[in-house]
């Protein structure tokens, strides 16, 4: 759903620990689903993405875990560098809208302590 | 070799006048959009083209007219401006048809109304 006026939720973690960023999604119907990074002044980058049909995918450092059920999905980093601050954003993809809509989250800012 | 670019990076511009944003990518993509990222960070998606037809217009007032003259471009002209069109206003490019159609976001077009 849209953001009303929210503060940007804000993670602190040390470096070297992992870090868990959630989002709840708003879609049923969604059945693709994207994180995104986005360092200041720049657009947002593609991180990793999972189909509706898989609840769990691992990339390097980073896993997607989704849970239908809820409507949750959550980003796990593992081993959280000073490189890894940012904002972190899912997107999910309507499966009514085809391949053309995704709708954002509102956000999460993550700052990693050294 | 930059794949989704923007002009120009920065706009700053008093109400009431009248506005382009270009964008370009070189990846090869059919679809591309604009979206819209407020202070808080919230990203909106307003446009949406498929082989430069318009596949989504998410409720954008009519004083923002995208243009696509190829695949490869879309610009977004916006007339009689208001101070509430200040943002940050991301292009993106992404091929369609694919199960995964993972969205490339250029750098940005921060706009400040006066």
């Known amino acids: 759903g849209e953001s009303v006026g929210l503060h940007l939720p804000t993670l602190s973690v040390q470096e070297g620990d992992n870090s868990i960023i959630n989002c709840a999604y708003s879609n049923s119907a969604s059945d693709y689903f994207i994180w995104y990074k986005q360092e200041s002044g720049k657009g947002p980058q593609f991180i990793i993405d999972?189909?509706?049909?898989?609840d769990k995918r691992q990339g390097q450092r980073v896993t997607v875990l989704l849970n239908k059920t809820v409507k949750h999905l959550s980003l796990q980093i593992a081993a959280t560098q000073p490189g890894d601050s940012a904002v972190y954003f899912c997107a999910e993809r309507p499966r009514t809208s085809g391949t053309y809509k995704y709708i954002f989250g509102t956000g999460t800012r993550l700052k990693v302590l050294a | 070799d930059t794949a989704v670019s923007q002009t120009p990076k920065y706009l700053v511009t008093q109400m009431g006048n009248d506005k382009s944003i270009k964008c370009e990518q070189n990846?090869?993509?059919?679809?591309m959009y604009w979206y819209k990222q407020d202070s808080k960070k919230f990203l909106k998606i307003m446009f949406s083209?498929?082989?430069?037809?318009?596949?989504i217009n998410e409720t954008v007032p009519n004083r923002f007219s995208p243009k696509s003259p190829d695949k490869a471009h879309l610009n977004l002209h916006i007339n009689s401006l208001e101070l509430g069109d200040s943002a940050v206003y991301f292009c993106a490019s992404s091929h369609s048809g694919l199960i995964s159609n993972e969205q490339f976001f250029g750098p940005g077009t921060r706009l400040t109304v006066l």
């Open positions: 999972i189909r509706s049909n898989m």
């Open positions: 083209y498929n082989n430069k037809e318009l596949i």
């Open positions: 990846l090869g993509h059919d679809t």
